[in-house]
């Protein structure tokens, strides 16, 4: 049973425009999350988290949305530029046991493509 | 510039052969984590550590994986015997607070 859903396997986007991914979960004790962008042959790379207590977060060009009622995150990029396309993954951690990091959920992530 | 460091970063190996992948966590960071990347179920926790003691090794197999830390500097993840599917890319992360875990390059592995 799949906690973290990313329902689209892959989204293409031109040049300039929004990007926008979007991630669903079921776990109501997920606390935080996570937007991870992988290149192949390559581990991923952290992009932008948010806390339960937020609904928004933004770092530059990136934006992740959270509406804790719907169990629904989005991330938002704009403009999207070439160097973006690549796998987004969205992931979860939740019921902290507290002094560090803990383990987190992934979805199986989002093929994003950036078109000139 | 801190990085996690991962050996070997591919390996091919026969069924049944014993497979141990190292990690080199960022140095400070109090948390380890192994991740397996297949592509039917995708990035999956297998096990972590903090302050290199376990603490939830609930994703792994335990009949044939063993996880453990023996210092600060060294993470190994060991598969005996291994079995075809075993393969997969195998992901070392290390981190210190909730906002963030910061990933190895994997280690690729072909069990035939």
């Known amino acids: 049973d799949q906690q973290v859903k990313q329902n689209s396997p892959s989204l293409s986007v031109q040049e300039g425009r929004i990007s926008i991914l979007n991630c669903d979960y079921t776990?109501?004790?997920?606390?935080?999350f996570l937007w991870y962008k992988k290149y192949p042959a390559e581990g991923p790379t952290f992009l932008i988290s948010?806390?339960?207590?937020?609904d928004k977060n933004e770092d530059g060009r990136f934006t992740v949305f959270l509406n804790k009622s719907a169990k629904h995150l989005s991330l938002h990029i704009v403009p999207s530029q070439p160097g973006d396309s690549a796998v987004y993954f969205c992931a979860a951690s939740g019921g902290s046991t507290g002094g560090g990091a803990d383990g987190l959920t992934f979805g199986k992530g989002t093929h994003l493509i950036i078109q000139p | 510039d801190a990085r996690v460091t991962q050996t070997p970063r591919h390996k091919v190996t026969e069924m049944g052969q014993e497979v141990t992948m190292r990690c080199q966590p960022i140095?400070?960071?109090?948390?380890v984590f192994w991740y397996r990347q297949t592509m039917m179920q995708g990035l999956e926790l297998l096990a972590y550590?903090?302050?290199?003691?376990?603490?939830?090794d609930s994703g792994m197999p335990k009949d044939r994986f063993s996880a453990e830390m023996p210092d600060a500097t060294l993470a190994t993840l060991k598969i005996q015997p291994s079995e075809p599917r075993d393969s997969a890319v195998y992901f070392c992360?290390?981190?210190?607070?909730?906002?963030?875990?910061?990933f190895g390059p994997g280690t690729r592995l072909l069990v035939l």
């Open positions: 550590f903090r302050n290199r003691a376990p603490l939830d």
């Open positions: 140095l400070g960071h109090n948390t």
């Open positions: 948010i806390s339960s207590i937020k």
């Open positions: 992360a290390s981190g210190l607070r909730q906002e963030t875990q910061y």
């Open positions: 776990n109501s004790m997920f606390d935080y």
